[in-house]
Nanobody, 124 residues
Framework: QVQLVESGGGLVQAGGSLRLSCADSGRTFSSYAMGWFRQAPGKEREFVAVISWTGDSTYYEDSVKGRFTISRDNAKNTVYLQMNSLKPDDTAVYYC?????????????????WGQGTQVTVSS
């Protein structure tokens, strides 16, 4: 069974950058699309970005376009989220997830495996 572990979260000032990593400690996830989601306190989990299993197709939520970049290294069983120009409303717990599909999707129900999350806090 796939086991996803996120890392790289932390506290950063507005305008700063962080890079999140998500590694599969179990099986290889190279055959799956991989996504990043986030959940702020008192709010529902929302889509952030997704990358196809081949790494040649990506899709982003409008609020992060031009600021965040998702990438993957299938040889290392790792997916990344580079976050630049961070804003206070980016503050949330960020989760990586493995899709049931090989193509890009922003639908939460398409993702069957989830990591434990990593906290990102952006101060004003």
């Amino acid at each position: 069974q796939v086991q996803l572990v996120e890392s790289g979260g932390g506290l950063v000032q507005a305008g700063g950058s962080l890079r999140l990593s998500c590694a599969d400690s179990g099986r290889t996830f190279s055959s799956y699309a991989m996504g990043w989601f986030r959940q702020a306190p008192g709010k529902e989990r929302e889509f952030v970005a997704v990358i196809s299993w081949t790494g040649d197709s990506t899709y982003y939520e409008d609020s992060v376009k031009g600021r965040f970049t998702i990438s993957r290294d299938n040889a290392k069983n790792t997916v990344y989220l580079q976050m630049n120009s961070l804003k206070p409303d980016d503050t949330a717990v960020y989760y990586c997830a493995a899709s049931r599909r090989k193509v890009v999707t922003a639908t939460i129900a398409d993702f069957g495996s989830w990591g434990q999350g990593t906290q990102v806090t952006v101060s004003s």
